[in-house]
């Protein structure tokens, strides 16, 4: 079983409105990231975290996206307007400080109606 | 940029048939390569790892080895079973200090009885 705790596993949002995934890291993990799994499969990446700094985010990400990891909380992620193409399996991955092997939650699916 | 290309699309075997999935790289710095394997509505796993040239690298039943002259990462099993029957990722960590995994487009390897 996975130690990546991502919830919730499934949100059914209309469009326009805010979809929000939170997600615990495996414990000792800084580094957490979040990919987007779309209906080919394909992984995107989103953003990353080192503790509470932002290591990387692609343009989508910062338009339209709002992504936190406080320190003692459950990181999140949240679309402030959902659109129907944001329908996917948002994963959430931690890994160590040294370490570049990701471990993976099981995902939040969102439907976007 | 760094990229993966991977054997695309559906691989359908049948079971005790070797398995073989082909993946190749780009990138003009050494880094780690890696194998994921992801079960229907279940979080993505580490199956290898590797950043050693020409050393075989085995984990439950599968192998591959890291040759850096022809950029290639090939997953290997010498007899297929029902259970490897999953969504496989060959993935590349990125050698910047994004810590993110470049992935693949996957390949559905579907093993029939």
């Known amino acids: 079983n996975s130690k990546v705790i991502q919830t919730p596993r499934y949100l059914v949002k209309g469009q326009g409105q805010k979809a929000k995934m939170r997600c615990i890291p495996e414990k000792g993990h800084p580094v957490v990231f979040w990919y987007q799994q779309n209906k080919n499969n394909e992984f995107k990446f989103l953003i990353n975290?080192?503790?509470?700094?932002?290591?990387?985010q692609i343009d989508m990400t910062e338009k339209r996206f709002s992504a936190e990891c406080p320190s003692n909380s459950p990181c999140s992620l949240e679309i402030q307007s959902s659109e129907a193409g944001d329908s996917a399996l948002y994963l959430c991955?931690?890994?160590?400080?040294?370490?570049?092997?990701?471990?993976f939650g099981e995902g939040s699916r969102l439907i976007v109606v | 940029g760094d990229s993966v290309t991977q054997t695309e699309g559906l691989v359908t075997l049948t079971e005790g048939l070797p398995v073989m999935l082909n993946c190749t790289y780009q990138t003009a710095y050494s880094t780690f390569l890696f194998w994921y394997v992801q079960h229907l509505n279940e979080a993505p796993k580490l199956l290898l790892k590797s950043s050693t040239d020409n050393k075989r690298t085995e984990h439950q039943g599968f192998h591959a080895t890291l040759h850096k002259s022809s950029s290639s990462f090939h997953l290997q099993k010498s007899s297929a079973q029902l259970s490897d029957s999953a969504l496989y990722y060959c993935a590349l960590s990125d050698p910047g200090n994004t810590r993110k995994l470049i992935f693949g487009l996957g390949t559905t390897l579907q093993v029939q009885p």
């Open positions: 975290f080192q503790n509470q700094e932002v290591l990387q």
């Open positions: 991955a931690s890994s160590r400080n040294s370490g570049n092997t990701l471990y």
